[in-house]
């Protein structure tokens, strides 16, 4: 039978600068791996150690995976150590992602925090791929400064697509900057949006999450169609060791993605 924990090798093809402590990188596994945006997968140091991370590259793209990391703590400061060529593992992926199916034909709201819109990423490129499917999509994206913005080198692309809409806020500008300052929820609040009809996908810092999903359903928004992207510190990532419990669910087996109506009874869901 084969072993569930082992990861697949792969090779680290080229590394991207986000930002001071956020990098991409750009890696092809030995063998193909097929995810849905919203999934996660558990990238190995190998002899160190593993840590869950969502693609943010397309979900159409299986034989080379992009991967936005943030320097956290052992791991992810391993892996911003690293060159390319290094050599890695991956294995799943792991957990439920978006149901696309279920946001055809709507506005599709977009808010991310910093770091949180590298799983967005995902989600944006699979609905720019079938973009005629949606009604309009709009993109909300909140960095602590314009220098925390990641993506900067696609943002003005994405711009540019029919049926997309971005709106960037930062909540300390500097003297270039000319978009919006304040903290992501002041730019939810969009006349152009009904929030009955729409669906909002959130992923951020747990404290972003809280007060997004509040203003959300302030407007609301219904809480069956505000997706959030939780978090936990993980170990197995295939629903065996409990370390990432939310409520009586397990955030690798049941989520990472979930509907606010079905966490909302948890103590604490953005801790
Ligand atoms: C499903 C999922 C998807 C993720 N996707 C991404 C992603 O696309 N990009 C990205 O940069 N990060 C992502 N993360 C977070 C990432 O897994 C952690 O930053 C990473 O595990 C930290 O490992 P480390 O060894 O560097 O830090 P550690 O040395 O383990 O820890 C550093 C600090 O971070 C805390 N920590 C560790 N893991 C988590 C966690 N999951 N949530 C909250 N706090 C944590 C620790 O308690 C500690 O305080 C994701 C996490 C999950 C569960
Ligand atoms: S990480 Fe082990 S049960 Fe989820």
Redesign the pocket.
Known sequence: MNNPYLPIAATIEEIIEESAS?KTFVIRPDEEIVFETGQ?VELTVPGV?E??????SSPSVSERME?????????????HGMSPGAKVGLRGP??VGYPLEKFRGRPVVIVGGG??L??LRSLLLALMEEIQLYDTIYLKYGAKTPGDIIYRRLIPEWAEVEGLDVTLTVDGGDEDWKGNVGVVTTILDDGRIDPAKAVAVACGP?IMMKFATSRLLELGYREDEIYL??????SCGIGKCGH?RLGEYY??KD??VFTWNKIKHVEEPFA
Do not use: D, K, Q
């Not at 840590?51 to 943010?56: E, G, K, V």
């Not at 992207?229 to 993980?234: A, G, K």
């Open positions: 956020i996660f150690g840590a869950p991370f969502t693609p943010s991967i936005t990391i943030m320097e956290a703590g052992s791991i992810t400061r391993l892996l792991y957990g770091v949180g590298a799983p747990p992207s939780m978090e936990r510190n993980m990432c955030i690798c989520g990472p």
